[in-house]
């Protein structure tokens, strides 16, 4: 049987911590705020974007262990987050598409109209033992649809890769989201 090195229980406990203090700060603010976790979106060519995000995407063994609310507070803001990001990405003219439309169907009311590539990379010191699929990665990939860049994230519409390169001072997490038929020549770049 697998056991967690040391390194890798004290970060686990470091990032529980790093959350439950998140929530004392926002018990403690009498006035709402923006939430403080803010992905950085960059646009690259044509058509291709890239969202950073300040941390590591949770991992689902570490959510099962938080108390229910702690819960829903880092899927609230990894999915606020992340939409935030996205509808500050898209123009004021462009906006008008998707604010009118009502249903998934519009033509035109979304940034991608073709099937896309979702690439994921986590950075983090290479002594971390996590496995790129235990990370929750549903909420970023969720707020691409609720912010209307694309229709759907079924099998038809979404390939998913998963990367990993070592970061010792900065562990984080960024996406990639580009059409798909251009993610060879993006990957070969």
């Not at 880092?74 to 898209?90: D, H, M, N, P, S």
């Not at 990370?135 to 691409?144: E, F, Q, S, T």
């Amino acid at each position: 049987m697998w056991e967690r090195t040391g390194v890798e229980q004290t970060y686990e406990l470091l990032l529980q911590a790093q959350y439950q203090l998140k929530e004392w700060m926002k018990e403690r603010k009498s006035e709402e705020l923006p939430s403080s976790f803010s992905p950085v979106l960059e646009p690259l060519e044509d058509h291709c974007f890239r969202v950073v995000y300040p941390e590591l995407a949770p991992v689902f063994s570490r959510l099962k262990n938080h108390t229910p609310g702690l819960r829903e507070q880092i899927k609230q803001e990894w999915l606020v987050g992340t939409e935030e990001a996205l509808r500050a990405f898209w123009q004021p003219d462009q906006r008008k598409a998707w604010e009118g439309c009502n249903t998934r169907n519009g033509v035109g009311s979304y940034y991608f109209q073709e099937p896309v590539a979702i690439w994921i990379r986590n950075h983090y010191p290479s002594n971390l033992f996590i496995d790129l699929d235990n990370h929750v990665y549903k909420w970023m990939i969720d707020a691409l649809v609720n912010a209307y860049i694309i229709p759907d994230d079924n099998k038809c519409r979404v390939s998913l890769l998963f990367d990993y390169e070592p970061n010792a001072n900065h562990p984080h997490t960024e996406m990639y989201v580009l059409p798909r038929r251009k993610l060879m020549d993006f990957l070969a770049g």
